[in-house]
C-alpha cells in the first residue's frame, strides 16, 4: 500500500477498536512502545491532521448487530487506507467479549476480504492484564474464561473457554491454533507454523501467549500480515517492527496549564476507593444526589457550577454521584436503572463542560460511559495520548470546542483501573 495523497504525514499502523476505552487501552501500549498516537472518536471527517504512527480509530461496534459493526469498520478501514496505513490492527476485548453471530468473526472475515489477504491471527492475550492464552483456551486469572464471572455477561456471556471454537462458529474461514510451544521456539518457528496452517487452508490462527516475552517473540512473525486482530497485548510487539523503539518523545504533549478537576459518574469498586481518600485527603468535593436530577438537571448544574466556581485555581476539586452499591441501587428503584444513569451522565458531562468554560485544563473523567458523555459533551474528536498513569489509563491531550480552540489535558480513567490515591497521583504525574 503506498500513502494516499492527502495524507500530511506516514501512517504506520491502522487500528479500529471495537469500543471506546478500549481504543485507549491500545493506544496507550503503542505509545509506551515508542510510537506517537491519535485515537479519533469514530471515523473522521477529512484526512489526518497530525503527525503520527498509528492511529486508532474509536468505535461503538461490540454488541452491535454484525452488519452494522462490519459497515462501520470497512468504513475505519477505508478511512485508514487513505491515509496509507501500512497494517492494520482490529483489536477487541481481552475476553473475547463475542456472540456466534458475532462480531469478531464477521469483522475480521470482513476486513481480510477488503484487504485481499487470506490469513490473520487472533488472540486476546494480555498478561499484564491477566489474560492469558495456552493451548487456545483463554484464562482470567486463574480461572478459565467460563468461570470468570464472563459466563453471566448480559451481553456476551461467554461459556466456552476454547476460542478455536468460540471464534470457528462466528467465520465462514477454518480456525487453527498456534501453540506456546511454537510461540516459545521464537519468531522463525511462528512463522514456519504459519505458512504450513495456509497450507492447510487454515484464514484464522488462534495464538497462544502467557506471558510479554511470548508477545515480544510473536512481533517479527506478524511482520508482512495486512492485518492483525488481537486484545491490546499484541500492540507491544508491532512497534518494533517499524524500527521504532520505546523513547520518552512518544508521549509528549503540550506544557499543561488551567485550572484541575475531577468528575466522576463511575460507581466501580475502584472508583469508590478513590474518591473516599480525595475527600479523606482533604480535597474540596461536591456530591451530585440522583434523587435530585429527576426534576431537571440544569438546577443540579447550576449548583455544582456555583459551588466550584471560588474553589478553582488553588487545589483540584472534585464532582461525583460515585455511590456504594446499595445507593446506587436505591437510586435505580425509584428512577429505573436507564433513565437514572442518562440522567447522571447527562449532569456529569454538563458539569464538566461547565467547569472547562471555567477555566479547568486538565480533566480526569471516571468512568467509561461518563468518559463518552464528557468527550462527546465537551466537542472532542481527536485524543493525543501521552503517558500512562496507571495501567491503562493515560493523560490525554485533546483540542475542545468548549476550550474556546485552547488545548485541553483529560484522562479517561473506566470503572475499576487505578490506585486509591488515582485523583491526586494524575495531577502529580502531569505536572
Ligand atoms: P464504570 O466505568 O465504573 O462502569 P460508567 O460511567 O461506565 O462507570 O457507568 C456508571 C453508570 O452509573 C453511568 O451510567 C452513570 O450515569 C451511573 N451512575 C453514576 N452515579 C450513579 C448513582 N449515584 N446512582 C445511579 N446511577 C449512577
Known amino acids: 500500500m503506498t500513502a494516499a495523497p492527502e495524507s500530511a504525514s ?3 499502523l491502522g487500528c479500529i477498536a ?48 454484525a452488519g452494522e459493526a462490519v459497515a462501520q469498520s470497512l468504513e475505519a478501514l477505508a478511512w485508514l487506507q487513505a491515509q496509507g496505513a501500512r497494517q492494520i490492527y482490529f483489536k477487541y476485548c481481552s475476553t473475547f467479549d463475542s456472540t456466534p453471530q458475532g462480531n469478531i468473526g464477521p469483522v475480521t472475515d470482513a ?11 487472533a488472540t486476546p492475550a494480555f498478561p499484564d492484564n491477566k489474560r492469558t492464552v495456552f493451548k487456545g483456551y483463554l484464562f482470567v486469572g486463574d480461572q478459565l474464561l ?38 516459545a521456539a521464537g519468531a522463525e518457528a511462528i512463522r514456519g507454523r504459519i505458512a504450513q496452517l495456509r497450507g492447510e487452508g487454515v484464514g484464522i490462527a488462534i495464538v497462544d501467549a502467557v506471558s510479554n516475552a511470548d508477545l515480544l517473540r510473536l512481533g517479527p512473525a506478524l511482520a508482512d500480515l495486512p492485518l492483525v486482530t488481537a486484545g491490546s497485548g499484541v500492540a507491544i510487539g508491532l512497534p518494533a ?12 504533549l503540550p506544557e499543561p496549564g488551567g485550572h484541575r478537576a475531577v468528575v466522576s459518574g463511575s460507581c466501580s469498586q475502584a472508583t469508590n476507593r478513590q474518591v473516599a481518600e480525595f475527600i479523606a485527603g482533604g480535597g474540596p468535593a461536591f456530591a451530585v444526589d440522583p434523587m435530585q436530577l429527576a426534576g431537571g438537571v440544569d ?29 446506587v441501587k436505591a437510586v435505580q428503584e ?26 479547568v485544563r486538565q480533566l480526569v473523567v471516571a468512568g467509561g460511559e461518563t468518559s463518552g458523555a464528557c ?53 502529580a504525574a502531569l505536572a
Request: proline share 5%.
Open 334 to 359: 425509584r428512577l429505573g436503572v436507564e433513565a437514572a444513569g442518562a440522567m447522571v451522565e447527562e449532569a456529569i458531562a454538563a458539569i464538566a463542560r461547565g467547569l472547562v468554560e471555567r477555566g
Open 111 to 121: 476486513l481480510l476480504d477488503a484487504l485481499g489477504s487470506d490469513f490473520t491471527i
Open 299 to 327: 438546577a443540579l448544574v447550576a449548583q455544582a457550577l456555583e459551588w466550584a466556581a471560588p474553589l478553582l485555581g488553588a487545589r483540584p476539586l472534585l464532582v461525583y454521584s460515585t455511590a456504594d452499591p446499595a445507593a
Open 241 to 252: 517492527n517499524f524500527g521504532i523503539a520505546p523513547s520518552s518523545t512518544a508521549s509528549a
Open 18 to 65: 471495537d469500543d471506546f476505552t478500549g481504543a485507549t487501552d491500545l493506544a496507550n501500549n503503542l505509545v509506551r512502545a515508542g510510537m506517537r498516537v491519535v485515537q479519533t472518536i469514530g471515523v473522521p471527517d477529512g484526512p489526518l491532521d497530525a503527525a503520527v504512527d498509528a492511529v486508532v480509530v474509536a468505535l461503538k461496534s461490540r454488541t452491535n448487530p
Open 375 to 427: 468527550v462527546q459533551a465537551l466537542g472532542i474528536a481527536q485524543l493525543q495520548i501521552g503517558a500512562q498513569i496507571d495501567p491503562g489509563v493515560p493523560w490525554c491531550h485533546a483540542a475542545s470546542a468548549t476550550a474556546g480552540g485552547q488545548g485541553l489535558h483529560i484522562a479517561l480513567k473506566s470503572g475499576n483501573f487505578g490506585t486509591d490515591d488515582f485523583f491526586t497521583k494524575a495531577f
Open 146 to 183: 467460563d468461570e470468570s464471572g464472563m459466563q453471566n455477561h448480559p451481553l456476551t456471556p461467554m461459556t466456552d473457554p476454547n476460542l478455536v471454537r468460540v471464534l470457528q462458529a462466528q467465520t465462514r474461514r477454518r480456525v487453527g491454533l498456534i501453540d506456546h510451544a511454537v510461540v
Open 10 to 12: 506516514v501512517l504506520l
